[in-house]
């Protein structure tokens, strides 16, 4: 199901650059804000085949509670970005709550 101004051909653009940008995500996301017209409506079948063939396991929840046919592939890489953010920002949290607490253990209260 193809809505909007979205292709066939824009579909194989959108899996050959997920494809190809899969391993720089900084290329990745520019080619996604590039090209955030078809990005935005990404049927399910081309969803899929990129969640197959570039493992981002990520994008089957995107897919899941979708009733639209399309999914806006902008807004899933941003919630991607934001999750993996915050998952970055609790390790980071419990490696410093770690090292205070064996600084403490040490009697390195200077060291805090």
Same mark, same amino acid.
């Given at each position: 199901?193809?809505?909007?101004?979205?292709?066939?051909?824009?579909?194989?653009?959108?899996?050959?650059?997920? =494809?190809?940008?899969?391993? +720089?995500?900084?290329?990745?996301?520019?080619? $996604?804000? &590039? !090209?955030?017209?078809?990005?935005?409506? #990404?049927?399910?079948?081309?969803?899929?085949? =990129?969640?197959?063939?570039? +493992?981002?396991?990520?994008?089957?929840?995107? $897919?899941? &509670? !979708?009733?639209?046919?399309?999914?806006? #592939?902008?807004?899933?890489?941003?919630?991607?970005?934001?999750?993996?953010?915050?998952?970055?920002?609790?390790?980071?949290?419990?490696?410093?709550?770690?090292?205070?607490?064996?600084?403490?253990?040490?009697?390195?209260?200077?060291?805090?």
């Amino acid at each position: 199901m193809l809505q909007k101004n979205c292709t066939k051909c824009d579909d194989m653009k959108v899996l050959f650059g997920f =494809i190809k940008y899969q391993k +720089n995500k900084e290329k990745l996301q520019q080619f $996604i804000s &590039k !090209n955030k017209e078809i990005f935005s409506c #990404v049927p399910l079948e081309t969803c899929s085949t =990129i969640e197959a063939v570039t +493992n981002t396991k990520e994008i089957r929840k995107y $897919i899941e &509670k !979708n009733e639209s046919g399309v999914v806006n #592939v902008c807004q899933a890489i941003e919630d991607m970005k934001k999750s993996s953010e915050a998952i970055g920002e609790k390790q980071g949290e419990t490696r410093l709550s770690t090292l205070m607490n064996r600084l403490f253990e040490d009697e390195r209260m200077n060291d805090i």
